[in-house]
T-cell receptor, first 111, second 115 residues
C-alpha cells in the first residue's frame, strides 16, 4: 500500500459532530488525495494536494475541508457530519501527476 | 471489510481460462489510464497503466488494450487464478493540463473465478 496509513480504520459518529480522518505516508510522494467510495457511485475525488499547503477541490468537496501542513500527512475534516457522508474513505498518494496508490480505507458511519 | 458495491457487473470465469474486462471511458482528451484491482476489505491496488500514445501494454499475466477511436479500454488476464477474484476498476486522467490529479474512476466489474 505504498506506505500509506489511514486512521482511524472505523468510526461511528453522530450527526452534527466534527470528524477528522488522517492519512500518513512514508513514500515522500508529492500528491495526496481523498476519495470516497459508495455503492453505485464508485470512487469520487473529494480533495487533493499537490504539495505542502497546496490543496484543491475535487468532484465532491462540499462539506469537507483538508489540510496538509507537512509532506507526510493529509487530513480530511467533516466540520459537521451528516448521514450522507456515511461512506468508505480512501486516501491515495502519488509521486507523479495522475498516479495514485491507495490506503486501506476508513469506514465512517454517521448516525 | 469495506464494501465496494452491491450491484456491479459480474464476470464469472473458470480457473485457468482467460478473462477480459472492459471499460468505456468518457473523455477523448484523457491521456493516461490505469487499471486497479480491489479485493474485499482493501484499497484499490495498481495493476497496470497505459498512455494514450500506446495501443497495448503487457505486464505479468495482464495486458491492457486501448482503442481511442471508440474510447474503450480492456484488461486481459491470462490463466485466471482464484486470487484474481476481485473488483476491477479502470481510471482515466480527465484533465491532463491540470497540475493535480483528476483521475476519474469507472464503476467497476466484479471478477469471480470458479475453481
Amino acid at each position: 500500500d505504498a506506505g500509506i496509513t489511514q486512521s482511524p480504520r472505523h468510526k461511528v459518529t453522530e450527526t452534527g459532530t466534527p470528524v477528522t480522518l488522517r492519512c500518513h505516508q512514508t513514500e515522500n510522494h508529492r500528491y495526496m488525495y481523498w476519495y470516497r467510495q459508495d455503492p453505485g457511485h464508485g470512487l469520487r475525488l473529494i480533495h487533493y494536494s499537490y504539495g505542502v499547503k497546496d490543496t484543491d477541490k475535487g468532484e465532491v468537496s462540499d462539506g469537507y475541508s483538508v489540510s496538509r501542513s507537512k509532506t507526510e500527512d493529509f487530513l480530511l475534516t467533516l466540520e459537521s457530519a451528516t448521514s450522507s457522508q456515511t461512506s468508505v474513505y480512501f486516501c491515495a498518494t502519488g509521486p507523479h501527476r495522475a498516479e495514485a496508490f491507495f490506503g486501506q480505507g476508513t469506514r465512517l458511519t454517521v448516525v | 471489510g469495506e464494501s465496494v458495491g452491491l450491484h456491479l457487473p459480474t464476470l464469472s470465469v473458470q480457473e485457468g481460462d482467460n478473462s477480459i474486462i472492459n471499460c468505456a471511458y468518457s473523455n477523448s482528451a484523457s491521456d493516461y489510464f490505469i487499471w486497479y484491482k480491489q479485493e474485499s476489505g482493501k484499497g484499490p491496488q495498481f495493476i497496470i497503466d497505459i498512455r494514450s500514445n500506446m495501443d497495448k501494454r503487457q505486464g505479468q499475466r495482464v495486458t491492457v488494450l486501448l482503442n481511442k477511436t471508440v474510447k474503450h479500454l480492456s484488461l486481459q488476464i491470462a490463466a485466471t487464478q482464484p486470487g484474481d477474484s476481485a473488483v476491477y476498476f479502470c481510471a482515466e486522467n480527465m484533465d491532463p493540463g491540470n497540475a493535480g490529479n483528476m483521475l476519474t474512476f469507472g464503476g467497476g466489474t466484479r471478477l469471480m473465478v470458479k475453481p
